[in-house]
């Protein structure tokens, strides 16, 4: 009897290993997670999207890897957790620029704070009389799509002069280039810069040029594109740790571009839900939709994947006068300090699960609900928010679940 | 080439001696089993192999599994390991005189390291002086941490994690204990070579005190020339079991080179708590260990690196069938269950005023089969949830295990 059950016990453990599949955790549903690549990469693309994965996520710089001396996080996934919405934990702070004429804090470290040092270095302060703002890290996700829009489409969305009456009067951020900067046929100099797409202020142009300041002032990670410590003082380098330059190799800045540009968009949920199709339809009647542009095209794209496809990311990629709430006193590029760049909405109903379960919303984290992000809008939104205060208590619900699907 | 060489003449060693088990030179010298052990004694009290009237004895063990696991529902597939191969010699030098070393082949040879290389003198049961490279005493896992002697394939993660076991370092002290009808009470007493910076600066995106590991120089020399100690106390009733308590701290940076200042003194402190026990009518032993640590991480660095961390295992193993079975004289099926939990950053953060997680629950249950008290075969099914910094949704690991380990 008792053989009996040692022979079963062994059957067990067998038939256990034959079964394994069944006892792993199952894989999240892909609506239910913004990691991933967008389908119809190639293998060799597959290949440098997982490099890419592995230099964003799992590569975490330690001192002797060149972390710092000053720095915000140790890692691109320390912001950015599960490619979505950053917590209050790494929000940057940005400082120096109150008007359009540039910053005038650069010879004190700006335009980023480094709020933190390694071990013997006392971090960067912010000089006194400096204005300055908080920046929330945003979603990786979809980068790509925005990325190959052409300038020309975004500036059909623009109307510096409301000409059409409507209150709205997008425009886009123009941007000094880095030196490291090579124009695609798709962008457009207008006086030596181009139009920003990426960033609170819209003030990188492009992913190469996000990725190469996100390792030099969030992490102060040197690289052929950026060869300098950020300063302390304005006086770059003498600062330097002992880490030889350039502390990431080209390779890896371009495998993370990559990884950033091939980041699937976010799936929307439940979009059969009738709360779900009467909130969209709330979101274009009150206005919304008309700086959180719906659908886009993209043109032909050097990645197949990127190339022709519509996608719907609820942002025109403009600045808009956001009203005096939100206005830091603080700016970047030619964009006034309540300006903003329309925040795309795609991702949004994840946020909680990359923000440590509740929201930090809106570009520095205040509002931590949807209702109240909504709320802080005033300036060119104050018509959509009053809209909005008007609704029905289930309407508003309503709503705020369309805008949980995206 | 010299690892290589060391691992060829100990195998060679070895497999001789395998090879003459049933030989009349080759006598086994059994692991004690009469006497009051603790923890503290698992270094010695282990099964060895003699050669005829050679002063040396040897022994050591093997563990090899299996595992099929994912994350998430992405699995890597099914793999083999063998974690490690340790080879002990020991010797009476002199009646009161012992030596004994412990050489581990790690990842099948890709790390070779002294584990443990002492010399005990008896100067008196309640006071010896041991040197050279020692275990340091905190928690029990880290002393006694034999393979064939668990029911699980993984070792402990907050024993392994947050005390680095093996943790090893060069130092010296002394032990004692004292018997008393049926009560022992032992204490340990060491001063070693410590941690190092990488305690907090490292790959891990945490405060992580195996790094210090890597540091083979601490057998050479002490990384900030501040000694660590270690100190345990523990005591055992024949009947009800073990409880022990031990501490482990010192400075763990580089602070001062050439005369010149580079950082304040930063301390490591750990605190851990053992204790195990079989509960006689039924036989079921309980063993468990919890720990404390605390590190001065610089304000001025990141919170991702936790200044306090915790975490503990208990096990439970049922003996369930005792007898000769598949031909196997007294060998035992048991079942058994882990639960364990790590949380490497134990404080709130100053922006938020919320707890950090960055923290992995375990629970594992499994069924071994002693076919001998020197070998055990195991089937573990593990399944734990890992939390991020931030408190995000658990990723999910589960695997079956499956895997031997055993004495030679």
């Known amino acids: ?406 | 080439m010299n690892r290589t060489l060391l691992f060829f003449t100990l195998t060679a060693f070895t497999g001789t001696s395998l090879a003459q088990t049933d030989s009349s030179l080759i006598k086994r010298i059994p692991a004690d089993t009469g006497k009051l052990h603790m923890n503290m004694d698992a270094i010695y009290n282990r099964p060895f192999l003699q050669m005829d009237k050679l002063p040396v004895s040897i022994g050591g063990y093997l563990e090899a599994n299996s595992s099929y696991s994912g994350t998430d529902g992405v699995s890597e597939g099914l793999s083999f390991r063998v974690p490690r191969l340790s080879v002990f010699i020991s010797s009476t030098i002199k009646k009161r005189i012992k030596f004994l070393s412990e050489i581990e082949f790690e990842e099948g040879g890709r790390e070779i390291g002294i584990e443990f290389a002492s010399m005990d003198i008896e100067l008196h049961p309640f006071f010896n002086l041991r040197g050279g490279v020692i275990l340091n005493p905190i928690g029990a896992f880290n002393q006694n941490h034999d393979g064939p002697k668990w029911e699980f394939i993984d070792r402990p993660i907050s024993a392994t994690t947050i005390i680095p076991s093996t943790w090893s370092n060069a130092g010296f002290g002394v032990f004692g204990k004292y018997a008393y009808n049926k009560w022992v009470w032992a204490y340990e007493a060491y001063l070693t070579n410590g941690f190092d910076n990488t305690i907090i600066a490292n790959d891990k995106n945490r405060t992580w005190l195996p790094s210090s590991k890597q540091n083979t120089e601490r057998f050479d020399e002490s990384f900030n020339g501040v000694p660590l100690v270690t100190a345990k106390t523990a005591i055992r009733h024949r009947k009800i079991g073990e409880v022990g308590i031990s501490w482990m701290g010192g400075i763990y940076n580089k602070f001062m080179e050439d005369g010149l200042q580079l950082d304040a003194r930063r301390r490591v402190d750990l605190f851990a708590i053992d204790f195990n026990t079989t509960i006689s009518h039924i036989n079921t032993y309980i063993n468990g260990e919890w720990v404390w640590a605390m590190i001065d991480v610089p304000v001025t660095y990141t919170q991702q690196f936790g200044n306090k961390q915790q975490g503990g295992f208990l096990d439970i193993v049922q003996p369930i069938i005792k007898r000769k079975m598949l031909g196997w004289e007294k060998s035992t099926l048991n079942i058994a269950f882990r639960t364990e939990y790590a949380d490497y950053n134990v404080g709130i953060f100053k922006e938020t005023g919320e707890n950090i997680s960055d923290h992995i629950i375990a629970l594992v249950p499994g069924i071994s089969f002693r076919p001998s008290q020197l070998t055990v075969v195991r089937f573990n099914y593990r399944y734990h949830w890992e939390t991020d910094l931030l408190g995000n949704p658990s990723s999910r690991t589960a695997g079956i295990q499956f895997g031997f380990s055993t004495y030679f």
């Open chain 1, 1 to 406: 009897m008792k053989q009996n059950l040692v022979l079963a016990a062994l059957s067990l453990a067998i038939i256990g290993l034959i079964a394994c599949q069944k006892m792993l955790p199952k894989t999240p549903d892909n609506d239910e997670i913004l990691d991933g690549p967008v389908d119809g990469l190639s293998n060799s693309q597959n290949a440098q999207f997982l490099a890419g994965d592995i230099a964003f996520n799992d590569e975490v710089f330690s001192p002797e890897k060149g972390l710092g001396p000053y720095f915000v996080a140790t890692s691109c996934g320390s912001c950015h957790a599960g490619d979505g919405k950053g917590h209050p934990f790494t929000t940057l702070t940005r400082f120096g620029q109150s008007d359009t004429t540039g910053n005038k804090y650069l010879q004190y470290g700006a335009p980023q704070l480094q709020n933190r040092s390694i071990p013997g270095y006392a971090p960067e302060q912010i000089p006194a009389g400096a204005s300055s703002a908080k920046f929330t890290p945003p979603a990786n996700t979809g980068l790509g799509f925005l990325e190959a829009l052409t300038d020309a489409q975004i500036l059909s969305n623009a109307d510096p002069n409301d000409n059409n009456g409507d209150g709205i009067s997008g425009v886009p951020n123009y941007i000094a280039p880095p030196s490291f900067f090579t124009p695609k046929w798709y962008h457009q100099s207008v006086g030596g810069k181009y139009i920003g797409r990426f960033g609170k202020k819209a003030a990188a142009i492009d992913l190469l040029h996000q990725t190469v300041n996100a390792y030099n002032q969030d992490m102060g990670i040197t690289s052929e594109y950026s060869p300098y410590e950020p300063g302390i003082n304005g006086i770059e380098g003498i600062y330097a740790d002992n880490v030889s330059e350039p502390e990431v190799e080209s390779s890896n800045v371009l495998n993370v571009v990559f990884y950033l540009r091939t980041l699937k968009a976010p799936v929307q949920r439940n979009q059969a839900d009738a709360a779900v199709i009467a909130g969209k339809q709330l979101f274009i009647n009150t206005g919304c939709a008309n700086c959180h542009v719906q659908q886009w095209t993209t043109p032909f794209s050097d990645i197949g994947a990127l190339s022709n496809k519509t996608f719907y990311p609820y942002t025109d990629l403009l600045l808009h006068d956001m009203g005096s709430d939100l206005d830091d006193n603080y700016t970047e590029g030619v964009a006034k300090t309540s300006e903003w760049r329309t925040p795309p909405l795609w991702g949004l109903g994840l946020s909680k699960n990359s923000q440590g379960g509740k929201y930090f919303l809106l570009h520095d984290g205040r509002a931590t609900s949807i209702d109240e992000a909504i709320k802080y809008h005033d300036g060119e939104a104050k018509k959509s928010k009053d809209l909005y205060n008007q609704l029905s208590e289930a309407e508003k619900q309503n709503l705020i679940k369309f805008l949980e699907s995206l």
